[in-house]
């Protein structure tokens, strides 16, 4: 089946030290993001690749940042995790060449924990 | 900016009572809605959408939901609540955004107990 997938389920970290969530996809979809998603709180858009093209929400702090090596995979990093970067973090994908509004698919996500 | 409102943080109804989990937005134009729903520790399942036509939309696990233009709102509805429908409930409106692809927010959600 077609799908999102995103490793690890569960990621530890400790304050400070950079942390890489993986996202990957076999929809062959040309759009993928990453949401943040902290306890009891809605998903926040963070930033979304359009093709190789990256867009930033405007208030996403510079200690995240994403990479894009290919259309299947993007990675989620962090350069120095705070306590308050504790969320889960969910990666969801989209086809989209214009035109017509088009659904995202979203992959289980990954609970990251900042001790 | 579009926005999305759901005014019920909490909802518990018995197994088999009918269901209405209530959403309203903000949005200067037609908007695309969405009813996602997630379990604890899980991601986003998207339950059903409303892009344009008939304004009452089906989707899956028998839930259904309608648009109203008039009053700002896509209700999302069940007849029978199961127990297995205990998760957490978010509405969201989608956008398009700057560069391509699009953009969703969410409302802040509504989680649903079940009493059996």
């Known amino acids: 089946d077609a799908m999102v997938i995103q490793n690890p389920r569960y990621q530890v970290t400790q304050f400070g030290k950079p942390v890489t969530l993986s996202c990957s996809q076999t929809?062959?979809?040309?759009?993928m993001y990453w949401y943040q998603q902290k306890s009891s709180q809605a998903p926040k858009l963070l930033f979304h690749?359009?093709?190789?093209?990256?867009?930033n929400e405007a208030d996403t702090p510079d200690n995240f940042q994403s990479r894009r090596p290919n259309t299947s995979f993007c990675f989620l990093d962090i350069r120095s995790p705070g306590l308050g970067d504790a969320a889960m973090y969910l990666c969801?994908?989209?086809?989209?060449?214009?035109?017509?509004?088009?659904?995202?698919?979203f992959g289980p996500g990954t609970r990251l924990t900042v001790l | 900016a579009q926005s999305v409102t759901q005014p019920d943080i909490h909802i518990t109804v018995s197994e088999g009572a009918s269901l209405e989990l209530r959403c309203n937005y903000s949005y200067g134009a037609t908007p695309y809605l969405f009813w996602y729903v997630q379990s604890p520790g899980q991601g986003l399942q998207l339950l059903l959408k409303?892009?344009?036509?008939?304004?009452l939309v089906q989707g899956i696990k028998g839930f259904e939901a309608e648009f109203k233009r008039s009053q700002s709102s896509f209700n999302l509805r069940k007849p029978s609540v199961h127990w297995s429908d205990a998760a957490e409930y978010f509405c969201?409106?989608?956008?398009?955004?700057?560069?391509?692809?699009?953009?969703?927010?969410f409302g802040t959600g509504t989680q649903l107990k079940v009493e059996l």
């Open positions: 969201a409106v989608g956008d398009r955004v700057t560069g391509g692809g699009n953009k969703l927010t």
């Open positions: 929809l062959n979809h040309n759009v």
């Open positions: 969801a994908t989209s086809r989209d060449h214009g035109g017509h509004y088009n659904e995202q698919f």
């Open positions: 690749y359009y093709d190789k093209d990256f867009n």
């Open positions: 409303y892009f344009s036509g008939d304004t």
